[in-house]
């Protein structure tokens, strides 16, 4: 089983910074198996990012997703109000077929 | 645009089991994955498995004893089915479409559904 391990736990920021989330996976997985959603509460997950860097339909453009490997990332370049959620990856492998990280906490400072 | 929607029973007993519909709109259920996914109350998102209209299933080993997927392609519906039910089952349940087009993901997703165990 591929384990993908999110830091950090909570990212306290102001609007406006940028926001740097971190998913590293337990083995390396190709960079077209690795998304990334966003949830915010009482919602389903959103996805925002697949094929490492791809955004999804209507994602806006401060959002980017990049990694190899073990270590992949999800940048927020300047974050909005509505950007302070729950932020998980996703990779597709090996059995269990797909796995989520723990999550990452975007909260405003 | 595709829109997928849960319903079942909110609340369900012990030993019991779970039975979930997800009602895809908007577009065909043939040709791709369909695929459920869970999150208890303030944790993590756990996959629990997808079916494919041809009826190719698979699912999370540490589920796969006790889950069955199955999909009705004439009513455009999918439904999962868990058995032998614990405390450890209550979360929220989501359907969601699986693409698999440079890469693999979900979307889109219903809104998800509550299931709640109380004897």
């Known amino acids: 089983e591929i384990v993908l391990t999110q830091s950090p736990g909570t990212l306290s920021l102001s609007p406006g910074e940028r926001a740097t989330l971190s998913c590293r996976a337990s083995?390396?997985?190709?960079?077209?198996?690795l998304a990334w959603y966003q949830q915010k509460p009482g919602q389903a997950p959103r996805l925002l990012i697949y094929?490492?860097?791809t955004r999804a339909t209507g994602i806006p453009g401060r959002f980017s997703g990049s990694g190899s490997g073990t270590d992949f990332s999800l940048t927020i370049s300047g974050l909005e109000p509505e950007d302070f959620a729950v932020y998980y990856c996703?990779?597709?492998?090996?059995?269990?077929?797909?796995?989520f990280g723990g999550g990452t906490k975007v909260e405003i400072k | 645009q595709v829109q997928l929607q849960e319903s079942g029973p909110g609340l369900v007993k012990p030993s019991e089991t779970l039975s979930l519909t997800c009602t895809v709109s908007?577009?065909?259920?043939?040709?791709?994955?369909w695929t459920w996914i869970r999150q208890p109350p303030g944790k993590g998102l756990e996959w629990i498995g997808f079916?494919?209209?041809?009826?190719?299933?698979d699912y999370n080993p540490s589920l796969k004893s006790r889950v069955t997927i199955s999909v009705d392609t004439s009513k455009n519906q999918f439904s999962l089915r868990l058995t032998s039910l614990t405390a450890a089952d209550t979360a929220g349940y989501y359907c969601?479409?699986?693409?698999?087009?440079?890469?693999?993901?979900?979307?889109?997703w219903g809104h998800g559904t509550l299931v709640t165990l109380a004897s």
């Open positions: 969601a479409r699986e693409v698999a087009k440079v890469g693999y993901r979900f979307d889109p």
């Open positions: 908007g577009g065909p259920i043939d040709t791709f994955f």
């Open positions: 079916i494919h209209d041809s009826g190719m299933t």
């Open positions: 083995q390396s997985i190709s960079t077209f198996y």
């Open positions: 094929g490492t860097s």
């Open positions: 996703q990779q597709y492998g090996a059995s269990p077929r797909f796995t």
